[in-house]
Antibody, heavy 119, light 110 residues
């Protein structure tokens, strides 16, 4: 069964850090690019970051200004999002998602994990 | 990286067709045939409905269809069912391994 299982969310104070994890199973992880997408309360989906299948290329939404880092461990089938200097506006449900097997889309999504930035 | 523009809400009955528009720019929707659509029910993860403008993944009902003209993509639901009541998002590849989503549209089935 193809699936992505997330962990690592929680409550953190402004300026703090958090690392999200996403473990893949049921497909050859090393063949696919991976994404992080978030949905803030009352808002729509926002694409956050992408990493190529081999980790050689990483891209981010401009608004993050270098605070987040996407990474992967292909030996462990793991995807990560290191979030630093967190702001209240980073509060959201974060999803990991897999590049589609066919076409250019996100075809498998994790269950989502809530990150709350609050003092 | 400005969000694509979608209507906030649409509604329709099972006997009608409902169309959700998604307007971007020449840097995203207009430049690439890589528009995808996602359905999200409350508290659930998004689900891929359409990829590459008009292709349906296996298992997605054929009442969902997609199209594109210039900088605007569209999702049409022919005869929406009660379970189709959800939020819908378009997404476009924007070049250099970046993507952009629309603001989302809430579908109400009358």
């Amino acid at each position: 069964q193809v699936q992505l299982v997330q962990s690592g969310g929680g409550v953190v104070q402004p300026g703090g850090s958090l690392r999200l994890s996403c473990v893949a199973s049921g497909f050859t992880f090393t063949n696919y690019g991976m994404h992080w997408v978030r949905r803030a309360p009352g808002k729509g989906l926002e694409w956050v970051a992408f990493i190529r299948f081999d980790g050689t290329n990483k891209r981010y939404v401009d608004s993050l200004k270098g605070r987040f880092t996407i990474s992967r461990d292909n030996d462990m089938n793991m995807l990560y999002l290191q979030m630093n200097s967190l702001k209240v506006e980073d509060t959201a449900v974060y999803y990991c998602a897999k590049d589609a097997h066919l076409g250019l889309a996100l075809d498998i999504w994790g269950q989502g994990t809530l990150v709350t930035v609050s003092s | 990286q400005s969000a694509l523009t979608q209507p906030r809400s649409v509604s329709g009955s099972p006997g009608q067709s409902v169309t959700i528009s998604c307007t971007g720019t020449s840097g995203d929707v207009g430049d690439y045939n890589y528009v995808s659509w996602y359905q999200q029910h409350p508290g659930k993860a998004p689900k891929l409905l359409i990829y590459d403008v008009s292709k349906r993944p296996s298992g997605v009902p054929d009442r969902f269809s997609g199209s594109k003209s210039d900088n605007t993509a569209s999702l049409t639901i022919s005869g929406p069912q009660a379970d189709d009541e959800a939020d819908y998002y378009c997404c476009s590849y924007a070049g250099s391994y970046t993507w952009v989503f629309g603001g989302g549209t809430k579908l109400t089935v009358l």
